[in-house]
């Protein structure tokens, strides 16, 4: 029973987490990283804004899905 509870919080986090990933802006700042320009007052403040709240959540997430998918590994489940 525990077994089956854990894979289901397991698929709903890998269903989050892709989410997640696919909800964040892409890292490459063109032609405006090699001037400076990348670099405003919304890049200084990231981690206040929603682009910085899906870094945390994804690392958070991610964390998760390794401790559980090496819980669900275990033998005495």
Do not use: D, P
Request: glycine share 10%; with cysteine; aromatic share 6%.
């Amino acid at each position: 029973m525990l077994r089956i509870i854990l894979t289901v919080i397991f698929v709903i986090l890998c269903i989050a987490m892709t989410v997640i990933v696919l909800m964040q802006e892409g890292k490459s700042a063109g032609l405006g990283a090699i001037s400076g320009a990348a670099e405003s007052y919304w890049g200084k403040h990231k981690g206040r804004s929603m682009e910085g709240n899906l870094e945390k959540f994804t690392r958070v997430s991610a964390i998760l899905i390794f401790v559980l998918a090496l819980v669900l590994n275990l033998k005495v489940l």
